[in-house]
């Protein structure tokens, strides 16, 4: 009831306006296509307030009226006053204890920042909510003249803008118009650098920037500038400054053309800008132990690195192919944050610095470090969120040794039991499903695998890592109890921050199902003898797969910037099935062999929107294929649809697949069972907006679909064909809100179906007659609208 108060409250009536005082109710610009209008619009000093979900009330600023008409400034100066008097009076009394005083004082000042935070911002209402913003003519002029200095900094050097403004309902509805002319390009790039040294590597790079016949543009000078800076910084020179840098743009040519001469002088007194080449490289591994029984470090020289530290703890041959700066090379700044990252990447060190001496002439490169602890213990209780259903409580440990065998090496022992609100499969209402498992995996900095040392170097710039690891899973559902035990040797390395690769080279399941309960295996029957073999997926099998798996995720999620994530996989299953089998450990006449490829990709966006927005978008597709002569995936293989993460206006797994519906005794299409698919198409947009303090509103669409590769009796409709998936795609929409505090974000969906395949050719646009029909009707036992209750975003 709060939040619809507040949501009503969001109208501010024109009567509230200021007297003689027009509220900046909208600004546009107008310019040629060849001007990003994006970048006109920064360059405004006015911003108007911001609307709800863009609805024409002014919420904002009715937040911020109501904390107005509740502020007084007197009342938090008297506040002040009254902590500073009491605590005086409390530090009075321990004089002589000095912690006491310390508690006291940090306690007072936390007060006094809080009341200082309010007279500033104002409260929280205040701080929550905007003013109302109106129109201000010198701002306007502000903007104008901003407007014109961008298009001048492009290359328009004779650009003009201007602006107009209509009033309606003490409303201002402001115009800026630009006209930028003719831009200016560049004829020709001249460079003037005294240092011979540097003048062949500015003239031989191959990414140069500036280029004839190019649009003028300040921004590129700027980027050029950092270029040339972070290539002789590669280049060894460690002092060079890029003010070094300097650029005279000769505008007087005619015919809108430009010079541009770039030059760098020599320091003063110099006749070259030192360069430097490593002399040695200095590495302490325990830089923060303090050497409490006067013991001195033990120095080790090895290939060129000299170890310092007062026990011998780690590989040297491991670290070195995390060391990139070596004796003889230049010095680089990119090497050196190279070395930075891959030693920080290995889980050992708790901080790593790298400095340079540059005294008595000498280039010294050193490396501190200091160890994180060899033993760490962590446990969690709370909720676990999957995405297809309900959060659930569980409980977790796990244990990690660091530097197994001396080699730098990560053990971790891990096990967790939990309850998560999964449907049944043959029953949606019955949620719950009891889980526990236990893991144990090794992770090392390195590959084990055939390559020479000089590879093995190489390849230290990729964090490359191999993990073994072992575990199990126990699952106890209303239908069926099933245990897997697993195996997996993976290698992962990254080519740059942004671009990772993962290649399992087996992952072995052996799977039991103990027991299923009579009406799902009456259910399994009927779909059996129909032709659907989803049956012969709870026999006891034994799944055998290998994988390699690309993920880029350019890390800008929630940084004002667009942010990207697109993950592709590929997974051959029981290609080597009979080298398995082969071994005494596996009998092949009990258990179920699989030979399958499952194919998918998955690509996310977040586009922010205005000041408080964002846009998010989802795709996603999988294909599996099942070969042999039972023509069945396993059952963790499948795609399912609905959910929390996926179609929302679908319960978990009960979306699809294509068309197929199942009518129940009362005529109504039932979502009673679990659909499983070998084809899965899904896309989703949602728009987030902050609502006010960590309240976030979202809208969203989600569509999609499951179907099979071939046709079957059981569920009819159900085949992927060309010519009919576009009409059998599922469109979902609806709101939601997420509660964000910071380190948790809660989340609560509702969802309403809008098209729903299932439905006969005509009818499938549920909306057609509103509320009416089924599913929103009185008779109808279906839910209109589907809640979801989760844990972080959906994507």
Not at 136 to 147: E, F, M
Not at 592 to 603: K, S
Request: charged share 25%; hydrophobic share 35%; proline share 4%.
């Amino acid at each position: 009831m709060a939040l619809i108060t507040l949501l009503l409250s969001g109208c501010v009536g024109t009567k509230q306006f200021k007297e003689g005082k027009y509220v900046l109710y909208k600004q546009k610009t107008v310019a040629p296509k060849s001007v990003n209008k994006e970048d006109l619009r920064q360059q405004l000093v006015q911003k108007k307030n911001r609307r709800l979900f863009g609805l024409p009330i002014f919420y904002y600023a009715a937040i911020y009226n109501q904390g107005l008409r509740n502020y007084d400034s007197a009342k938090y100066e008297a506040k002040k006053r009254e902590i500073e008097k009491k605590y005086e009076a409390k530090i009075e009394k321990h004089v002589g204890k000095q912690r006491k005083i310390n508690r006291l004082t940090t306690r007072r000042d936390n007060k006094l920042a809080k009341q200082d935070n309010i007279l500033r911002n104002g409260n929280m209402f205040m701080r929550w909510g905007e003013p109302l913003v109106y129109f201000d003519s010198t701002q306007t002029a502000l903007s104008v003249q901003n407007i014109d200095s961008y298009l001048i900094s492009k290359g328009w050097f004779n650009a003009s803008s201007g602006y107009t403004v209509r009033y309606f309902q003490k409303r201002a509805y402001v115009s800026y118009v630009s006209k930028p002319g003719t831009p200016y390009k560049i004829d020709s790039v001249y460079y003037s650098i005294k240092d011979p040294r540097i003048d062949s590597l500015v003239s031989n790079r191959e990414d140069k920037i500036l280029a004839k016949n190019q649009q003028y543009d300040q921004a590129k000078l700027v980027q050029e500038r950092n270029s040339i800076e972070t290539l002789l910084k590669n280049n060894g020179h460690f002092s060079f400054s890029k003010q070094y840098i300097r650029y005279e743009v000769d505008t007087t040519m005619g015919n809108h053309k430009v010079a541009v001469k770039m030059s760098i002088p020599l320091p003063p007194g110099e006749t070259a800008h030192p360069y430097y080449v490593i002399d040695s490289v200095i590495f302490t591994t325990d830089a923060s132990i303090q050497n409490s029984l006067n013991r001195k470090r033990i120095t080790f020289p090895y290939e060129g690195v000299t170890y310092r530290y007062f026990d011998r703890q780690y590989s040297k041959k491991v670290l070195n192919r995390r060391i990139f700066v070596k004796p003889g090379l230049l010095y680089s700044k990119e090497s050196t944050i190279s070395t930075q990252r891959e030693l920080a990447n290995m889980d050992i060190f708790q901080f790593v610095n790298i400095s340079y001496d540059t005294t008595g002439g000498k280039f010294i490169t050193n490396i501190f470090t200091s160890p994180l602890s060899k033993y760490q213990f962590s446990s969690e209780t709370g909720l676990s969120v999957t995405s297809y259903g309900l959060p659930g409580p569980f409980i977790s440990a796990s244990v990690k040794k660091r530097n197994i065998f001396k080699r730098l090496g990560v053990l971790n022992i891990d096990g967790h039991v939990g309850i998560e609100g999964v449907a049944a499969a043959s029953n949606p209402e019955n949620l719950y499903t009891i889980e526990a498992g236990a893991n144990v995996g090794v992770t090392f900095p390195q590959f084990f695998l055939p390559f020479s040392d000089e590879t093995k170097l190489r390849l230290g710039l990729f964090d490359p890592k191999t993990q073994i690891r072992i575990g199990g899973t126990y699952t106890k559902r209303p239908e069926f109890e099933r245990t897997i035990l697993n195996g997996t040797n993976s290698y992962s390395w990254k080519t740059n921050t942004n671009k990772q690769f993962r290649f399992n080279l087996f992952d072995i399941n052996l799977i039991r199902t103990p027991f299923i309960s009579d009406d799902y295996q009456k259910r399994l029957d009927e779909l059996d003898s129909l032709g659907n073999n989803l049956k012969n997926s709870f026999d006891d099998a034994l799944v055998t797969s290998f994988s390699l798996t690309y993920i880029y995720n350019n890390n800008y999620y929630g940084l004002g910037h667009v942010g990207r994530y697109f993950s592709a996989s590929i997974e051959p299953g029981g290609i080597f099935n009979d080298l398995w089998t082969s071994t005494k450990f596996v009998n092949r006449d009990s258990l179920q062999l699989y030979t399958f490829v499952r194919l998918q990709a998955d690509y996310r966006q977040v586009t922010p929107k205005g000041r408080k927005g964002t846009l998010a978008f989802k795709a996603k597709a999988g294909i599996a294929i099942p070969f042999g002569d039972e023509d069945v995936l396993p059952y963790e293989k499948y795609f399912f649809g609905g959910g929390s993460t996926s179609v929302r206006a679908w319960k978990p797994r009960r979306l699809g697949p294509g068309s197929y519906n199942h009518i129940d005794e009362s005529g109504e299409v039932s979502y009673q069972y679990e659909q499983q698919g070998e084809v899965l198409l899904e896309t989703s947009i949602e728009y987030r907006q902050k609502i006010i303090g960590f309240l976030q509103g979202a809208a969203f669409l989600d569509a999609g679909n499951v179907w099979t590769l071939r046709e079957e009796t059981a569920r009819p409709g159900a085949q992927f064909k060309f010519d009919k998936f576009i009409r059998q795609i599922a469109l979902g929409g609806g709101f939601g809100l997420r509660f964000d505090f910071s380190f948790l974000l809660i989340r609560l969906d509702a969802a309403l179906k809008l098209v729903d395949p299932a439905r006969p050719l005509g009818s499938r646009f549920i909306l057609e007659n509103g509320f009416n029909s089924p599913p929103y009707d009185d008779k109808s036992r279906t839910e209109p609208f589907v809640i979801h209750f989760a844990i972080g975003y959906p994507f």
